[in-house]
């Protein structure tokens, strides 16, 4: 049996860094831009399609990932994930070309997707008991909370170090280690026999993500109200209404409509895309406070946001578990997103010549306990009840969301701040107070979103770790 329970925790550990893999090629890459321009010849405009490709098929692909998992089985996709964002990083880390390196992020997009769709169901697999769950979920949510700030740092080191091409190719080792650990870590699963895979709905449902996240990150440039964008929207819908009625009819759905029939799954689903628009308020909009207004090199941003991480660990090494086992998933879930409100809050007050110590790190540790406290009680409340041939789907239905989120806030924040930064400029205000005042605004509407999470939060239904889930 401690075999058996140690192969289980070493298999977490695994998952965990191949998580981190995923989520740190969110943000690590930002940092590494002004260098990927230099060097490959970007345009202000083709340079955000370094960052939004990835999005788009991440984004695009979760559904379709997760329900593979319940069709051919865990262990097998998520190798298949792993090794086509490992061949993808390759390339995207010997890229000579804009075209090359766009392609190659696209390719690591749908890898990292298919990754992120199956890992969270094998944890829900391999840990049945309900206390060893809420502690591998927390370990698993520190990594995903804590893996966009950590790619800050992470970018920064090596790209002052070493250059941008290594922000990839670290991946590389990474990824080998991760993929030869889960197979001899990860159970084979049983066989799964007459699979028939719902063509029609996969196709439907993975166009109208994609047509969505490309009008949102997209938006900025073509302008809101532009053919385009309404054009992208319309058709992301018209496709999204014949998902759901190829869904309604199909014998072998790819998303069976009585999944979201539990309430948690419908409530944490919409937490996930708020938390998700103030999550990426702090990433990026944080770290470009940092470098164009305080002056801060990559390096120093990246350890600016050290604190949070740190707060972030120490829940998910057992904190947040025991939080859980007391007061249950609603009250953690309602203080944390609270604390994340209150932080950003606080950078929305930060001067052009505030100290690091008065004025941003009481901002980075108030997110960094708000995440620590509400991630696992998030992941545990959305998975709860989930029998096991369909925690692949509601994993990726959550991660949906939660990219869907994080793709709406970035490019709702960036606009908002551009759109006040250039009417104060236009107004007679200096480049410095301007961008302030953009950055500022965002703050405040990332605060917003968060504080709307909280009263999400309230509608959940209340899990306690001492119980036995539904299966």
């Not at 120093?300 to 604190?307: D, K, M, R, S």
Request: hydrophobic fraction near 60%; charge should be neutral; glycine fraction near 12%.
């Amino acid at each position: 049996m401690l075999a058996s329970i140690d192969k289980r925790w070493l298999a977490l550990i695994v998952l965990c860094l191949g998580d981190l893999m995923i989520v740190l090629d969110m943000t690590v890459v930002n940092v590494a831009l002004p260098s990927i321009r230099q060097d490959l010849g970007f345009t202000e405009t083709s340079l955000v399609w370094v960052i939004n490709a990835y999005m788009l098929t991440f984004s695009g692909f979760l559904l379709l990932g997760g329900r593979l998992s319940d069709l051919f089985g865990d262990r097998k996709i998520f190798l298949w994930g792993i090794a086509l964002f490992t061949a993808a990083s390759i390339v995207c880390g010997i890229a000579s070309s804009q075209g090359m390196l766009i392609i190659a992020r696209a390719v690591q997009g749908l890898g990292g997707a298919i990754f992120s769709a199956v890992a969270l169901a094998i944890i829900v697999n391999l840990f049945s008991e309900p206390n060893d769950r809420a502690k591998a979920m927390g370990l698993f949510g520190f990594v995903s909370a804590g893996g966009g700030a950590i790619g800050v740092l992470i970018g920064g080191v090596l790209t002052g170090v070493f250059n941008w091409h290594w922000i990839f190719l670290i991946n590389i080792p990474v990824g080998l280690a991760v993929f030869a650990a889960c197979l001899y870590l990860l159970p084979k699963g049983e066989k799964k026999e007459h699979v028939k895979l719902d063509i029609a709905g996969a196709l439907t449902i993975t166009l109208s993500l994609m047509l969505a996240v490309y009008a949102i990150v997209d938006g900025n440039a073509a302008g809101w109200s532009s053919l385009q964008t309404l054009g992208l929207i319309a058709g992301s819908l018209i496709l999204l209404i014949a998902f759901l009625r190829i869904e309604s009819r199909h014998a072998h759905p790819l998303v069976p409509l009585s999944v979201f029939k539990e309430r948690n799954v419908v409530v944490v689903s919409i937490i996930g895309i708020l938390w998700s628009v103030a999550m990426f308020a702090w990433f990026f909009l944080c770290a470009l406070y940092l470098q164009l207004i305080l002056g801060f090199t990559p390096l120093q941003v990246g350890l600016a946001f050290l604190p949070a991480n740190l707060i972030m660990a120490a829940f998910s090494v057992g904190l947040s578990a025991r939080m859980v086992m007391r007061f249950g998933t609603r009250n953690p879930m309602i203080a944390g997103m609270l604390c994340i409100a209150a932080g950003l809050a606080f950078f929305a007050l930060a001067p052009a010549a505030g100290g690091f110590s008065t004025f941003i790190l009481p901002g980075m540790l108030l997110m960094g306990l708000g995440a620590g406290m509400a991630f696992n009680p998030v992941l545990l409340a959305g998975m709860d009840g989930i029998p096991d041939d369909e925690a692949g789907l509601v994993s990726g239905v959550l991660n949906t969301a939660f990219m869907m989120g994080g793709a709406l806030g970035l490019a709702v924040l960036a606009s908002l701040a551009a759109y006040r930064t250039e009417g104060l400029l236009a107004s007679g205000t200096d480049t410095t107070s301007a961008l302030l005042g953009g950055y500022h605004t965002a703050f405040v509407v990332g605060a917003i979103f968060a504080a709307a999470a909280a009263g999400a939060a309230f509608l959940t239904r209340d899990v306690r770790s001492t119980e036995t889930p539904a299966h």
